[in-house]
């Protein structure tokens, strides 16, 4: 298909039943394609970022989609992008974090692990526990730039600041 | 010797279940040596099954022995196996010579006993864990007609999430 671009749309708003069916149904009448995309529910609001190849300007993809966003109470965003399929990197290691929740936990353990060549991919976090005793939980996916033994040791670092960390290897099969 | 071509999904072939192996005759040397060089031209394959061929026999070969530090029986010929023994559920990344650009969370059992013939036709068994059990696993599922994309789950599974308290 020539001409044809790649857009990243967001759309954020209240959880409601068949808010995928509807925007997904809306792209595809409006003669769009999917690509990569992730929605999930956070804090009782849904979360959708769309990887969208369209034949047109972004114009003509916001008159696609903002009708059905707007009825469906949608904050919608559209960029360009200069994406393409089949450009996974596979993961070659997962790391959890957890702990009592406190302010900066995040970017403590993030900073730390950038530092020592972490590349994340996939990054999920949750507080659980309760309202008086919340704990952080993080589950990330990356690619080890500088090997494994250098995270490790950065873990460390980060378990002295109270926290609880893992971390495996990321095997991958392929038969 | 001849590399064959693997088939990938969406060919119906993969989706369906394989014939035991009734006679080891000299056709069938010669297929299962096309086979394994096909599986070792593929990039980091450690395993093939005939399906992925398009050869609806059960014959899976399995040779990890490229990861070093695990416990492993190298080379494997493994004909009409059967998984006699289940142990343990571990989570692990697999992908596919047939699913190409794709990897993807599965579940496996930690630990299986295992019964074949081996390519002389002599009667096996095997005690078998963690990189190659899940290797076998996936290699028997496609004898099964079964890709690792039928068992796949998010990366947020939790194992224990079924777990009875007494
Ligand atoms: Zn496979």
């Known amino acids: 298909m020539p001409n044809t671009r790649w857009y990243m749309l967001s759309l954020i708003g209240k959880d409601r ?5 509807h925007v997904t149904s809306a792209l595809y009448e409006g003669g769009c394609n999917l ?3 992730s929605m999930i529910r956070l804090g009782g609001n849904f979360s959708m970022m769309l990887m969208v190849q369209f034949n047109g300007n972004m114009h003509a993809l916001h008159e696609v989609i903002d009708n059905e966003a707007e009825s ?10 200069e994406g393409r399929l089949h450009d996974h990197l596979t993961p070659d290691v997962r790391i959890t974090v957890y702990g009592a929740d406190r302010a900066g936990i995040v970017a403590k353990v993030t900073g730390v692990l950038a530092e020592a060549g972490l590349h994340i991919l996939d990054l999920e976090s949750d507080v659980a526990g309760t309202a008086e005793k919340p704990i952080y939980v993080m589950n990330i996916e990356g690619h080890a730039a500088d090997g494994i033994p ?8 980060v378990k002295k600041e109270g926290v609880d960390a893992s971390l495996d290897e990321i095997d991958t099969l392929i038969g | 010797m001849a590399l064959l ?3 990938q999904y969406p060919d119906p072939l993969l989706k369906q279940m394989a014939e035991p192996v009734e006679a080891i005759d000299n056709e069938l040397e010669i297929f299962i040596r096309d086979l394994e060089a096909t599986m070792r031209a593929g990039p980091g394959g450690v395993g093939i099954a005939a399906p992925q061929v398009g050869i609806l026999k059960r014959i899976i070969i399995v040779d990890v022995s490229s990861k070093p530090k695990i416990k492993q029986h190298g080379r494997l010929v493994l004909i009409n196996p059967e998984i006699t023994e289940w142990e343990g559920m571990a989570k692990g990344r697999e992908g596919c010579m047939s699913v190409p650009d794709y990897t993807g969370n599965v579940i496996r059992a930690k630990n ?3 019964s074949a013939l081996n390519e002389q036709g002599e009667p096996c068994e095997y005690d078998m864990e963690g990189f190659e059990a ?8 496609h004898l099964d007609g079964l890709l690792f994309l039928d068992r796949l789950v998010s990366r947020h599974h939790d194992l224990f999430q079924r777990k009875v308290y007494k």
């Open chain 1, 17 to 21: 039943s068949g808010i995928v069916a």
């Open chain 1, 35 to 37: 690509g990569e995309a």
């Open chain 1, 72 to 81: 469906l109470d949608l904050h919608l965003h559209i960029d360009h992008i």
């Open chain 1, 150 to 157: 250098v995270l490790r040791s950065a873990l460390e670092i």
């Open chain 2, 5 to 7: 071509n693997i088939l």
């Open chain 2, 112 to 114: 299986i006993k295992l």
């Open chain 2, 134 to 141: 899940r290797a076998v696993q996936h290699e028997i599922d």
